[in-house]
T-cell receptor, first 112, second 115 residues
Framework: GENVEQHPSTLSVQEGDSAVIKCTYS??????FPWYKQELGKGPQLIID?????GEKKDQRIAVTLNKTAKHFSLHITETQPEDSAVYFC???????????FGAGTILRVKS | DAGVIQSPRHEVTEMGQEVTLRCKPI?????LFWYRQTMMRGLELLIY????????DSGMPEDRFSAKMPNASFSTLKIQPSEPRDSAVYFC?????????????FGDGTRLSIL
């Protein structure tokens, strides 16, 4: 089955700097890679996703890159703000409507 | 639009008691997922349904856990009897596939503490 590894487990950056979180997956059949942000006491919220026919996707300060050959994908947050502080999860799976396997999560702290 | 609704938000009970967690998916979504989140094991899928039918329950830890989806707008996850190691946050998520493809949306979870 699918296995997703996520690094780093914690990341501390200064406000305004960039943050990068990386994930690798094992199942070459996976073709859908969402990223979720979880704040304290809340459920994970989708922030961006990418499908395997695309190499990069951007949404304002957030971007995701995918390398299918190497089976890894990354989340990039530019111009970080204190409200970006949260736990971020990557996941891999087969399109919508199928199960996702989640990474272990990254605690991001943005220091002001 | 209303998101995924879970109840209760918090549950504290003594070991051996039956626990029932509830979930109302987003209207129109035909997939429903139950997850458990712990520090040790992260976010793990327990079971998921499509059109109210269980598709994959391989993540259900043992026979003490059961899940049902009697209709498109309601699902339950039951633990009987409960044990302290069941303490975790349980999340429900839903999505739609097909012409209305949507990613998984999560509820805010039920924090379960078994004493």
């Amino acid at each position: 089955g699918e296995n997703v590894e996520q690094h780093p487990s914690t990341l501390s950056v200064q406000e305004g700097d960039s943050a990068v979180i990386k994930c690798t997956y094992s199942d070459s059949a996976s073709n859908y890679f969402p990223w979720y942000k979880q704040e304290l006491g809340k459920g994970p919220q989708l922030i961006i996703d990418i499908r395997s026919n695309v190499g990069e996707k951007k949404d304002q300060r957030i971007a995701v890159t995918l390398n299918k050959t190497a089976k890894h994908f990354s989340l990039h947050i530019t111009e970080t703000q204190p409200e970006d502080s949260a736990v971020y999860f990557c996941a891999a799976g087969m399109e919508y409507g199928n199960k996702l396997v989640f990474g272990a999560g990254t605690i991001l702290r943005v220091k002001s | 639009d209303a998101g995924v609704i879970q109840s209760p938000r918090h549950e504290v009970t003594e070991m051996g008691q039956e626990v029932t967690l509830r979930c109302k998916p987003i209207s129109g979504h035909d997939y429903l997922f139950w997850y458990r989140q712990t520090m040790m094991r992260g976010l793990e899928l327990l079971i998921y349904f499509n059109n109210n039918v269980p598709i994959d329950d391989s993540g259900m830890p043992e026979d003490r856990f059961s899940a049902k989806m009697p209709n498109a707008s309601f699902s339950t996850l039951k633990i009987q009897p409960s044990e302290p190691r069941d303490s975790a946050v349980y999340f429900c998520a839903s999505n739609a596939r097909g012409a209305n493809n949507q990613p998984q949306h999560f509820g805010d979870g039920t924090r379960l503490s078994i004493l």
